[in-house]
């Protein structure tokens, strides 16, 4: 990769990136699908964004050019699904998973003890760390939530520090009930959708919940539309994790609530996926969960066949799932969730786009963000064909 030209005096400087063996651009007016690939492509970006898309024989004067030397380039990841900001080690807590102790989420509370006991600093710390590590691997966008804190002053703290990082941050008072509330979890929802939410909405897009009645820590369909309703009217989109230890209303209570995204989808009914193909929530699998519980993986084709929108995200945190990587998640989609390569690709990028309600991310299209992932390899193929090989970098321009 290299760089020339002394770029404009004054003014925006644009940069023609070239050497591009093939664009995936997921403009599917450039044909070849969905994914719109140009062969042999260029693009020109100015201020931040794409100006142009194109053959390289086509391509226009810039002010600078970049020369990848026959890389594939293809959109930012889009990681509509993390939980960053936390403290803490729960390494043992995986090895004894793999030994055959099933996970119900209750080592979340290790976790809320750790956080509450560092410092800013070191949330900050840990937080920089797994965002680099995230770019490193070709993620350009990432939704960071709250959720390890669980008082007020921790919950705020959690969402300062994740808007300091990214634009998409989620409240999640409603991960667990905390061991302070046990047996009082309607006193703890009263904290979740009144004090607590008022502190932490100014510095939120999101709310999210953890709708999971089989589970002793999480929420019931009640609590949890009381959470969502509570958040919407305070001006918050709505997320939900849904449907990830059992069946259960997540997935359907997300839907008839409008919620951007209902997240795992690892237990389906009939009845739940008629409701995600009758709505616009998107269905948002976090493959690399699956892998770290050994717990069964969602059946991706039948949410495609029936015409949802499927997103794939990472969910990287400490407990259920420690991997920032969503080329792992791709690898994953295509061997356990029977997806193609072009259909993973496509829920990594515009997927969480759409999970994210964002039009300006998940593609390459004229005035779309300039967010370009880099792979050292010819095709986008080869995201699941090489499987662990760190294949994708983010271009700074």
């Known amino acids: 990769m290299s760089v ?31 994914l719109g690939i140009v062969e042999d492509a260029a693009l020109v970006v100015e201020s931040g964004r794409v100006a142009w898309v194109g053959p390289a024989y086509q391509a226009p004067a810039a002010d600078q050019r970049t020369h990848l030397g026959g890389r594939a380039v293809v959109p930012g990841f889009v990681d509509s699904h993390a939980h960053l900001v936390f403290a803490g080690d729960r390494a043992a807590e995986f090895e004894a998973r793999m030994s055959g102790q099933p996970y119900d989420g209750g080592g979340i509370a290790s976790t809320v003890a750790s956080t509450r006991a560092a410092t800013d600093q070191q949330l900050r710390a840990g937080l920089a760390r797994l965002v680099a590590e995230m770019r490193r691997q070709g993620t350009t966008t990432v939704e960071v939530k709250s959720g390890y804190g669980l008082t007020v002053h921790d919950e705020v703290r959690s969402l300062r520090l994740a808007a300091e990082v990214t634009p998409e941050t989620t409240y999640l008072g409603a991960h667990v009930v905390p061991r302070e509330y046990v047996g009082r979890t309607d006193d703890y929802v009263a904290l979740v959708t009144g004090e607590m ?66 997240d795992h989808c690892t237990h389906l009914c009939d009845a739940d996926v008629d409701a995600l193909a009758g709505g616009s929530t998107v269905a948002t699998l976090l493959p ?55 259909q ?43 499987p662990g090989v760190p294949l994708a970098s983010t271009l700074e321009l």
């Open 197 to 262: 939410l008022a502190a932490c909405a100014p510095h939120a897009r999101w709310v999210d919940v953890f709708c999971e009645p089989g589970a002793a820590s999480a929420f019931d369909a009640d609590a949890a539309r009381a959470v969502l309703e509570a958040g919407a009217r305070a001006g918050l989109g709505l997320r939900v994790h849904a449907n990830q230890l059992g069946p259960g209303p997540g997935v359907r209570l997300a839907v008839e609530l409008g919620a951007a995204s209902a």
């Open 344 to 386: 993973a690709l496509w829920s990594a990028t515009m997927g969480g786009a759409r999970a994210l309600r964002r039009d300006d991310i998940g593609h390459l299209a004229v005035g779309a963000r300039a967010d370009l992932a880099v792979l050292d390899a010819p095709s986008y193929r080869h995201l699941a064909y090489r």
């Open 4 to 34: 020339e030209g002394p770029g404009s005096p004054s003014g925006p400087v644009s940069t023609l990136v070239t050497g591009v063996a093939e664009l995936v651009t997921n403009d599917p007016e450039r044909g070849q699908g969905p």
């Open 288 to 342: 690399s969960i699956e892998f770290s519980t050994r717990s069964p993986y969602p059946d991706a084709q039948r949410l495609l066949s029936a015409g949802i929108t499927v997103a794939l995200a990472t969910d990287c945190n400490p407990g259920s799932g420690y991997s920032s990587s969503m080329p792992f998640c791709l690898a994953l989609a295509v061997r356990e969730m029977g997806m193609t390569t072009a």
